[in-house]
C-alpha cells in the first residue's frame, strides 16, 4: 500500500524531472543572486571633503551663537561715531527726499523732508538759536543723534553760504597788512605720515585724521591708496579730492601667521573679525597648518573678494 503510494507520488518521467531540476535552479538563482551581484558590481566611491566642510561650518556656526554678540558689539563698531543712535531708535523708517540745503538756514519742515527725526530736528534748532553754525558740509557729522548713514546720504547736498565766525567785539580792528602766500600741499605717504600731515590735506580735520591712523593701524598699514577712502566717515567727495595729495612707499605691512595665530590675535582685524577669524581657526585645528595662503579659499565662509582683501596681510610663516 505505502509503496504504492510512494510510487504514484514521487516516481517523475524524464520530462518531469527536468522541469523540476529547472525550477529548483530558476529559485536557487533568485535566493543566491544579491550575493552574486556584489561581487560582479563596483562599489561607487564618494568624496568626503564637502561633508567634511558642511561638519566644520556647523560646528562654527554653533561654537559662534553664544559669543556673536558680544565680539558684534565690541569690535564691529570700531569706527561708530560717538553720537551713534540706538538700534532701537532706528527701527522706524521716515520717508525721506534729498535736495539742496543750507542747515544754517534749513527750516523744520526742510529737515523732516530730508527724512530726520523731530527730536533730531529739536536739537539742531536749539543749536542754531544758541549761536551755533555750520561752515563746511561735514560739520553736520556733528549733530547729536545724526545717523552716520543720514550724513554720508545728506553732505553731497550741502550748499552752505559763507559764514563769518562772530567775535564778542563790535568794534573793528585794523590790523596790519601781511602778505599771504597760499598754503602749498605736498605729497603725504598713506604708511608714514602722522595726524598733522593728514590734517594739512583739504576737506581732513583732526577727527578724520585719527580715523585714517587708527585704520591703517588697526589693518598693519595699506597696501593701496584706494583704501584710505574705507576709512569709516570719510566721505567719498573728500578722498577724491585728496586722493592725488596721497603716495604709497615701500613700507611693508604688518602680517598675521594663519599657522599660529590665535582668535583673538586675527578678529581684531578690520578684513577678518571674529567669524572669519574663528573659521581660519578651526579649520587648522581640523586639517593642520596651512601649506599656502591660498589654502584659506577652502572654508567656505572666505569669499573670492574676502580673499582678495585680505591676503596681503596673511603669511604661513
Known sequence: MWRDFIKDYFSFSAKERKGIILIVSIILLILFFPLLFSYFSKKPSYSHEQFDKEIAMLKI?????????????????EYVNDYSLSPGKRSASIPSEVFDFDPNTATPGDWRRLGIRDKTIKTIQNFISKGGKFYKPEDISKIWGLAPADVQRLVPYVKIKVVGKEYASAEKKEFPKTSYSPKVVSQVDINLADTSAYISLPGIGSKLSQRIISFRDKLGGFYSIEQVGETYLLPDSTFQKIKHYLSLG????????????SVDEMKVHPYLRYNIANAIFQYRQQHGNFASVDDIKKIMVVSEQIFIKVSPYLSIE
Do not use: C, E, G, M
Not at 64 to 76: L, V
Not at 250 to 261: D, F, G
Open 61 to 77: 556656526l554653533h561654537n559662534d551663537s553664544a559669543q556673536r554678540k558680544a565680539f558684534s558689539s565690541k569690535y564691529d563698531n
Open 250 to 261: 615701500n613700507s611693508p605691512v604688518r602680517k598675521l601667521n594663519i599657522n599660529t595665530s
